[in-house]
Nanobody, 118 residues
Framework: QVQLVESGGGLVQAGGSLRLSCAAS????????MSWYRQAPGKKREIVSY????????YYADFVKGRFTISRDNANNTLYLQMNSLKPEDTAVYFC???????????WGQGTQVTVSS
């Protein structure tokens, strides 16, 4: 069983920055493929970014390219999302997700609210 706890959300003005963190339990964090998703009110959950086990491969959705950076600290079982140049349309609940094991079982955190004011 893997538990994920996000933190770092809050209210920020447009153009500002936030850094989200996701603390993971489990004995083998370095083997998890980790992702960030978001869900705005009335909209479907969408992927924001993911990062491979060894910090090598990273994917960003077009709407965050050049503004957000995903990273992970395998020694401390933590995933990060640095969000710069925030826009009101980035307002959403942000979730981290872990794909674990041979069959990529998916685990979700509880989410953290990000609100960007104009």
């Amino acid at each position: 069983q893997v538990q994920l706890v996000e933190s770092g959300g809050g209210l920020v003005q447009a153009g500002g920055s936030l850094r989200l963190s996701c603390a993971a339990s489990g004995r083998d964090f370095s083997s998890y493929v980790m992702s960030w998703y978001r869900q705005a009110p009335g909209k479907k959950r969408e992927i924001v970014s993911y990062i491979s086990k060894d910090n090598g491969d990273r994917y960003y959705a077009d709407f965050v390219k050049g503004r957000f950076t995903i990273s992970r600290d395998n020694a401390n079982n933590t995933l990060y999302l640095q969000m710069n140049s925030l826009k009101p349309e980035d307002t959403a609940v942000y979730f981290c997700a872990a794909d674990v094991g041979r069959f990529s079982k998916r685990y979700w955190g509880q989410g953290t609210q990000v609100t960007v004011s104009s």
